[in-house]
Nanobody, 119 residues
């Protein structure tokens, strides 16, 4: 599965950005798609995820400011980020979980896109 991310960049505090991630090459159904973020030397943390059925999950730090959505037909997930704060500065990674039936599942990661919020 190949993930292509786009939409990162530099924005002032209070501004907005929209991230996109398109998955291709999957042989099986992709269930969960979403975003994690990671600062240098720190662990990768959940930002938001969405299932193929539309159930969403958000980190407390972004709930109410970020909105995740998905186009199942295009295997694409979006993250609308509003009211951005300097502490949202990180590398954002897309994740796609492919369900392989009795073989379980496998997580795929994108290459990461930098989001920088200036104060």
């Amino acid at each position: 599965v190949h993930l292509v991310e786009s939409g990162g960049g530099l924005v002032q505090a209070g501004g907005s950005l929209r991230l996109s991630c398109a998955a291709s090459g999957n042989r099986f159904r992709i269930n969960v798609m979403g975003w994690y973020r990671q600062a240098p030397g720190k662990q990768r943390d959940l930002v938001a995820t969405v299932t193929s059925g539309g159930s969403t999950n958000y980190a407390d730090s972004v709930r109410g400011r970020f909105t995740i959505s998905r186009d199942n037909a295009q295997n694409t997930v979006y993250l609308q980020m509003n009211r951005l704060k300097p502490e949202d500065t990180d590398v954002y990674y897309c994740i796609a979980q492919e369900i392989r039936g009795l073989a379980g599942w496998h997580d795929y990661w994108g290459q990461g896109t930098q989001v920088t919020v200036s104060s």
